[in-house]
């Protein structure tokens, strides 16, 4: 990635999360939703824009679909912003990377978890011998 379309991926995941924040009313798109990360291509036609939402009841193809209904509205607006002679053309998809942290987190507790049990069953082994 050039250092231009660096800035450009930056200034679009800051513009949309403005964005949402301050001028969505789809209430598809209420809730904790972030953007996690852009990523635009080298010809800068094209942005690909993932998405993260923290919730119980997260319907993430509704999320989808709305971010696909306003897709018009954050093209409009970014381009009044930029200063480029085209705007790309944005494609949303759902970054699942933070649930599966969360995973990763449970199965480390879980074998921390059984190795300490291990563990003391040794040592509970190891005291009898005595």
Not at 15 to 42: A, F, Q, Y
Not at 69 to 89: D, K, M, Q, V, Y
Request: glycine letters at 4%; charged letters at 30%.
């Amino acid at each position: 990635m050039t250092r231009r379309t660096e800035r450009l991926s930056q200034f679009i995941q800051n513009e949309i999360s403005d964005l949402l924040c301050k001028h969505i009313n789809d209430p598809r798109l209420n809730g904790l939703i972030s953007v996690t990360r852009v990523s635009v291509t080298s010809d800068m036609r094209n942005a690909k824009v993932f998405i993260s939402a923290v919730g119980d009841n997260i319907d993430k193809d509704e999320i989808l679909k709305g971010f696909a209904s306003a897709s018009g509205f954050f093209r409009r607006e970014l381009a009044h912003h930029l200063n480029t002679r085209i705007t790309p053309e944005l494609e949303f998809y759902f970054d699942d990377s933070i649930e599966r942290g969360i995973n990763l987190i449970n199965l480390i507790d879980r074998v921390a978890a059984a190795d300490s049990q291990a563990e003391k069953d040794v040592r509970k082994r190891y005291s009898k011998r005595k």
